[in-house]
C-alpha cells in the first residue's frame, strides 16, 4: 500500500509498511547496542581503576581472606603450602605472542584447603597430544600472586576433558566447582590466583587487568550509533521521493 501523506521540499512522502517496520525494529536495537557498549566502557574504567589501587596494597596472607566474598578481584596475596604437581589442568587456546599454548592451573595445598593456582603460559608440543613439561616442585614454598575473579562467562571453543580418568586434564574454562569435583575435595577455593612473575613456581605470565580497553568499547559504541544514524538516513532517503513525471 503506497499512498502520498505528505510533501517536503517537493517530495512527496510514501508510506512503506515493511521498510517501516524494518525500521522501527532495527533502529531501536542498534542504539541499545551503543548504549551497551558505554556500559562496559565505564565498566572496564572502574575496573582499571580497581587494579591499579589494589596493584599498590599490601599482600595478604591466604588464610585470612574470605574467600566468599565476590569482591576480591586483583587482591594481593600470599600462601604457604605446595603444589599438588600430579594432579593439573591445562586451560585449552591461550595465545601468547602469537603463539598457541596453554594456561597451566595447579592445586596448592595449604593449612586452610586448596587454592588453585594459574602459574601462566606453556607452548603447546609440535601436535596437541603431546603433553608440555609442566614439572614444579613439591616441597613446602611461598607463593605470591593476585586473586582473579572473572569478568563475564569464558567464551568456549569446546568440550574439555576434567571428567576424562588420567591427569593433567585439559579443560576450556575455568570451573572451580567442576575441578573441585575432579579433585575429590570439598576445601577448593571459589577463585584462582594467578602467580606474580617472581613467585615460586611461575611459569611465562602475561596478565592484563582487562581483556578489552574502555577505548575500544567507545569506538565500538560510536559504529552502532552511526549505523542507526546510516539507518535512518536510508529510511528518509527512500520514502521521500520526487512526484514521477
Not at 587456546?93 to 599454548?101: A, H, P, Q, T, Y
Not at 582473579?148 to 568440550?159: E, I, K, M, T
Not at 579443560?171 to 567442576?178: A, L, N, Y
Amino acid at each position: 500500500m503506497h499512498e502520498p501523506t505528505s510533501k517536503l521540499s517537493g517530495r512527496k512522502f510514501k508510506f512503506n509498511w515493511g521498510m517501516t517496520l524494518f525500521t522501527l525494529a532495527l533502529f531501536p536495537l542498534l542504539i541499545s547496542f551503543g548504549f551497551w557498549q558505554l556500559e562496559r566502557e565505564q565498566q572496564k574504567t572502574q575496573l582499571q581503576k580497581q587494579y591499579d589501587e589494589r596493584a599498590l596494597a599490601t599482600p595478604r596472607n591466604e588464610a585470612e581472606i574470605d574467600w566468599n566474598n565476590p569482591d576480591l578481584g586483583w587482591t594481593p596475596v600470599t600462601a604457604e603450602g605446595r603444589f599438588d604437581s600430579a594432579r593439573q589442568f591445562m586451560l585449552d587456546n591461550r595465545i601468547l605472542d602469537s603463539k598457541v599454548g596453554y594456561e597451566i592451573i595447579t592445586p596448592f595445598v595449604t593449612d586452610s584447603g586448596t587454592i588453585l593456582i594459574n602459574r601462566g603460559w606453556v607452548s603447546q608440543g609440535s601436535t596437541r597430544a603431546e603433553i608440555p613439561e609442566l614439572g614444579v616442585s613439591e616441597a613446602t614454598l611461598t607463593i605470591s600472586g593476585h586473586i582473579y575473579v572473572p569478568d563475564g562467562d569464558a567464551f568456549v571453543l569446546g568440550s574439555d576433558s576434567s571428567s576424562v580418568q588420567g591427569w593433567p586434564k585439559l579443560i576450556q574454562k575455568i570451573d572451580p566447582e567442576q575441578m573441585a569435583l575432579s579433585l575429590g575435595s570439598t576445601n577448593v577455593k571459589p577463585f584462582v590466583v594467578r602467580l606474580t612473575g617472581n613467585s615460586q613456581g611461575v611459569l611465562q605470565t602475561n596478565w592484563a587487568a582487562i581483556s578489552m580497553r574502555p577505548e575500544t568499547h567507545r569506538a565500538y559504541a560510536v559504529q552502532w550509533f552511526t549505523m542507526a544514524a546510516v539507518l535512518l538516513f536510508l529510511y528518509i532517503m527512500f520514502s521521500f521521493r520526487k512526484p514521477e513525471n
